[in-house]
């Protein structure tokens, strides 16, 4: 083997000790800034699984949970959309909102059952803010039944 396959052979063993580092940032705050086993992030299109030395990416977030894996326990996250950078064990997602599921609270779902209800037309962008309204509501009452 040559040096420079070892080196590599060896800080990979050295990233998979460490973990993956997950840092999740709002306008108002870092909300999370933890290592992690693995992650899940609510891709604007769908679930992305990410583990330790996974190639780089960005993408576009959805509404949806953010879930991560340590020790052995799933921590979980309620994600407002953003975007996300996969690089060198580093995930990075930035959103205009992120709430804990332990966070969620009945007055929180309260909240959302309000915004859902504010949108009364019948013209697209209404029936879109509606329904984009009704996701993030979906996505809190799982998240409280999860935690």
């Known amino acids: 083997m040559t040096a420079w396959a070892l080196g590599r052979r060896s800080s990979s063993i050295v990233a998979a000790k460490k973990g993956i580092r997950c840092t999740v940032i709002t306008p108002e705050r870092r909300v999370l800034d933890e290592t992690a086993d693995a992650v899940v992030i609510p891709a604007h ?24 894996q340590k020790g052995g326990q799933t921590r979980r996250m309620f994600i407002d959309g953003g975007f996300a950078q996969v690089h060198d064990n580093d995930v990075t997602v930035l959103t205009g909102s992120a709430v804990p599921a332990a966070d969620i609270t009945p007055e929180t779902l309260a909240e959302a059952e309000r915004a859902v209800e504010e949108f009364r037309g019948h013209d697209p962008e209404t029936l879109e803010a509606r329904r984009h309204a009704q996701r993030r509501l979906s996505v809190l009452r799982a998240l409280q039944g999860a935690s």
């Open 45 to 68: 299109d769908g679930e992305l699984g990410i583990l330790v030395n996974r190639a780089a990416l960005m993408c576009e977030l959805g509404v949806g949970q953010f879930r991560y």
